[in-house]
């Protein structure tokens, strides 16, 4: 991997607002890049296949270790978040907050035989929180990144720091997410990972510049909040959970297709219609992963394409993952994939992208018609509403100073 370089400028920006919330020079730099989804729409939970890259936007810290028993965390623009470490166990009033974050990583590091200490941090983020790029996946591998660093000998694996990233969301923070977006944060590049061995996920890196072919990869914020659609989120694993358990079973990857559509009279009494909607999605959309890559890998651009658009429709027919249930005023993605629709006009290809419901859609834009695709996204959903990315080969690392 190459190093990531921390220019003059940016040590100097970082140095000051260590200086003026810590009153002392910082020792080391950490970076951890956000993520894009490009395959692989909701089946990491299932322990399925993903196709994820990490992204040049990064979430970067100036850290310093205080010689106490707290971790304090100043994130630019919020308030100091600190943590006694002394006590690392899950809070219920941290559910939901970035304490928790902080606090489960290390749980975790401890629990791996680390002597976590106290450290200050002074972040800088160009991951904005509900930009669909996974801004907490980029924390809590930073956390992760650091800790590692400073007390671990940097002995803890990237794919490891992405298990202690979930497991912190998961039992801390009272998420239940799967592992595509730390993964991807972590291990950096565009790679295809395989959750079935949940202890060991296969990680295929995957050599492929989208810009050779014309294309540019873009984000579209729709501009929703996600505020109060937890429950969403949290429903399709529950249902799929609530198909699994008629076969005994924990997740989808462990049913064979078959015997799953043999049994959909008995499972859309049981578990209702969505569910079964959902699981056929998933059964789809995990046999899409490997076909995608295989088209990259052949250089079959026109192929990936056709698999993006599939990955889409089917998100929006199958996983029902666009519009939040009873929603009617508000239907954000949804107009951001009809704006997506009418600019490409039939070229490139575009789809939800991540959880879904709100947050963004990712779309394939051929040069030539990038301009004015941005100018009429922004034009509706706000100006900066396109965001135009490269793929980083870095994961969470240490910053090597210029």
Do not use: W
């Not at 395959?39 to 100036?62: E, F, K, M, Y």
């Not at 930073?142 to 694996?157: A, C, E, K, P």
């Not at 009809?338 to 070229?347: I, M």
């Amino acid at each position: 991997m190459t190093a990531l370089i921390l220019t003059a400028s940016e040590k100097q920006q970082l140095d000051a607002g260590f200086q003026q919330t810590f009153g002392a020079e910082p020792e080391r730099y950490f970076s951890a890049p956000g993520r894009t989804e490009i395959g692989g729409n909701h089946t990491d939970h299932q322990r399925g296949r993903v196709l994820a890259a990490a992204v040049n936007l990064d979430t970067r810290a100036a850290v310093r270790v205080n010689g106490t028993s707290r971790i304090r965390i100043l994130s630019k623009g919020y308030p100091m978040c600190q943590v006694d470490i002394t006590d690392l166990t899950p809070r219920e009033e941290e559910i939901n907050g970035t304490p928790a974050l902080i606090r489960g990583v290390a749980a975790r590091f401890h629990q791996m035989g680390c002597d976590v200490r106290g450290f200050d941090a002074y972040c800088e983020s160009t991951v904005l929180p509900g930009s669909g790029l996974s801004s907490s996946a980029a924390y809590e591998v930073l956390i992760g990144t650091i800790i590692n660093g400073l007390f671990f000998d940097g002995r803890v694996s990237q794919p490891e720091i992405a298990q202690i990233g979930q497991y912190a969301e998961n039992v801390f923070f009272g998420k239940p997410c799967g592992l595509m977006d730390q993964m991807a944060s972590a291990v950096g590049n565009l790679v295809s990972i395989d959750f079935f061995d949940k202890d060991k996920p296969v990680i295929d890196p995957v050599d492929f510049d989208f810009a050779s072919c014309g294309h540019a990869l873009c984000i579209i914020d729709s501009q929703a909040s996600h505020a109060d659609l937890t429950d969403e989120y949290a429903a399709i694993p529950g249902e799929l959970k609530a198909v699994c358990a008629q076969f005994g079973k924990d997740v989808l990857t462990q049913i064979d297709e078959e015997d799953f559509y043999a049994r959909i009279p008995a499972l859309r009494k049981a578990c209702g219609d969505r569910a079964v909607l959902r699981a056929v999605h998933f059964y789809q959309e995990n046999a899409r992963v490997p076909k995608q890559v295989a088209s990259l890998k052949a250089g079959d651009f026109d192929t990936f394409l056709s698999l993006v658009k599939q990955s889409g429709y089917s998100s929006y027919m199958y996983l029902q993952n666009v519009i939040p249930a009873g929603y009617k005023e508000h239907q954000d993605v949804a107009v951001a994939l009809a704006l997506c629709e009418h600019y490409l006009n039939g070229r490139g290809a575009y789809r939800v992208h991540g959880g879904g419901f709100a947050g963004t859609v990712q779309a394939f834009v051929p040069f030539d018609l990038l301009e004015t695709f941005r100018t009429g996204i922004d034009a509706v959903l706000g100006q900066g509403a396109c965001h135009v990315l490269s793929i980083r080969p870095q994961g969470g690392v240490e910053m090597v100073v210029e």
